[in-house]
């Protein structure tokens, strides 16, 4: 079988490069005439991806689900071009992402758009979840948006279990900046809800967790 190590780590390279690239398209005043011309080398680099392509519900073979790595997770992904990447670590107090947005990721000029800012806090507040030994889903989510989040900025959030009840979960997050963390950016409640295995196994029939 193929070194897994090894092959997280070209998935992350390109992940890397590609993410390198959606800023550089963000940013580029460069002629019109270049931009038509690498459409055409992009499209060209995009047929050279001939290996087989995964089923829609089938889990990549880098990750592993539901509890440890997304590697093309848009908020923590590595290997995802969207991804800022989100970096976590647990602490005593819940869960803590660090990273920085970029102009690829960009709502009003110079600012995150709010989506990003209420994708990363649901990711986190999720893992938070899952930290609790509850992997769950979203039911609901309240995105305040305090102050807006600058771009290249590096950025601290937090994500902390207020409550569990049967698999009914609360959270609380926060998006703060690194170098002033009293300032909240974004603040946010959730809800969640870890799913029977009944429906877990019918909603995620490619992953081995659910499955006898
Ligand atoms: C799980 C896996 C993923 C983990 C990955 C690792 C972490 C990655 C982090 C990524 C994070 C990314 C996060 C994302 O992006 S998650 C993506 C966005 N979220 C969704 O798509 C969720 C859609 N909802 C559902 O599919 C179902 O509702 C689920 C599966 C969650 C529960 O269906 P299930 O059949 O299992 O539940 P139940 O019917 O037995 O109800 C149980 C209790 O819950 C209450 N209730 C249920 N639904 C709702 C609702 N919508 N509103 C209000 N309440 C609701 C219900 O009243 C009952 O309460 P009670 O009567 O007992 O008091």
Redesign the pocket.
Known sequence: MEDLELRRKAVAELGRELRSLMETVARTETPTEDLQELAGEVQRLEARFTGRRRERSEIPGVDV???GL?MY?PATGHGSAFAPPLEIEETEDGLVGRCALGVAHEGPPGYAHGGMSAMLL??LM??A??AKGL??????LDVRYQRPVPVEMPLLLRARVTGIE???ITVSGSVVPEDDPQTILVAAEG?F????LD??RS??PGAKGYQN
Do not use: H, N, Q, Y
């Open positions: 689900f539901p509890f997304r997770s649901d990711e999720g893992w979840c899952a992997p769950a889903m979203t039911i609901a049967g698999r009914k809800r809800v870890a799913p029977d429906r877990a909603l995620f």
